[in-house]
T-cell receptor
Framework: DTAVSQTPKYLVTQMGNDKSIKCEQNLGHDTMYWYKQDSKKFLKIMFSYNNKELIINETVPNRFSPKSPDKAHLNLHINSLELGDSAVYFCASSHHGAGVDTQYFGPGTRLTVL | GENVEQHPSTLSVQEGDSAVIKCTYSDSASNYFPWYKQELGKGPQLIIDIRSNVGEKKDQRIAVTLNKTAKHFSLHITETQPEDSAVYFC????????????FGQGTRLTINP
């Protein structure tokens, strides 16, 4: 199936731990994104990468570090997890990351910090 | 920066009736306005979009209208069906340079049979 996939789907962890979420797209897109959706369903962009280069960084705490080993993968590493990091994290991709490109979203990773 | 307001936050309609969701935006430079549908446990999916050089766009039961002067745009769903039940998000973006979608707060639409 052609799609944007994320692993894991659910992640439960303790405060202070470090965790990673992986994202892969097989759509041949150049641009990938990470979004955070909070408990009120508000969806906000965190990062955008184009051909492995960071192009958008929305004042996210530096505990969050995206890593793009190639243009098909964009992983999100989170250090020293806090209660407020609990949310659903969505990865997305688009063809060129500009203009009127459609963004295709993954199924999300629900992160719960205890 | 851009700010997008979306109303209502919840909407309940009888099956077969129409549903309208409205959004306003603040940045007059925004010129691309997509609408996404998010079903339970899934990621958002694009259902329709409109560019600022067009006032209205229709795709079967779904239509979007844009008023650039007033800086608002609306989603219209006609002949609603139970499978239309979902959370709908509007968004705005500037079409030049890196695309940065700013989303509205979402509308939970429930279709009552």
């Amino acid at each position: 199936d052609t799609a944007v996939s994320q692993t894991p789907k659910y992640l439960v962890t303790q405060m202070g731990n470090d965790k990673s979420i992986k994202c892969e797209q097989n759509l041949g897109h150049d641009t990938m994104y990470w979004y955070k959706q909070d408990s009120k369903k508000f969806l906000k962009i965190m990062f955008s990468y184009n051909n492995k280069e960071l192009i958008i960084n929305e004042t996210v705490p530096n505990r969050f570090s995206p890593k793009s080993p190639d243009k098909a993968h964009l992983n999100l590493h989170i250090n020293s997890l806090e209660l407020g990091d609990s949310a659903v994290y969505f990865c997305a991709s688009s063809h060129h990351g500009a203009g009127v490109d459609t963004q295709y979203f993954g199924p999300g990773t629900r992160l719960t910090v205890l | 920066g851009e700010n997008v307001e979306q109303h209502p936050s919840t909407l309940s309609v009888q099956e077969g009736d129409s549903a309208v969701i409205k959004c306003t935006y603040s940045d007059s430079a925004s010129n691309y306005f997509p609408w996404y549908k998010q079903e339970l446990g899934k990621g958002p999916q694009l259902i329709i979009d409109i560019r600022s050089n067009v006032g209205e766009k229709k795709d079967q039961r779904i239509a979007v209208t844009l008023n650039k002067t007033a800086k608002h745009f609306s989603l219209h769903i006609t002949e609603t069906q139970p499978e239309d039940s979902a959370v709908y998000f509007c968004a705005a973006s500037i079409s030049q340079g890196a695309q940065k979608l700013v989303f509205g707060q979402g509308t939970r639409l429930t279709i009552n049979p």
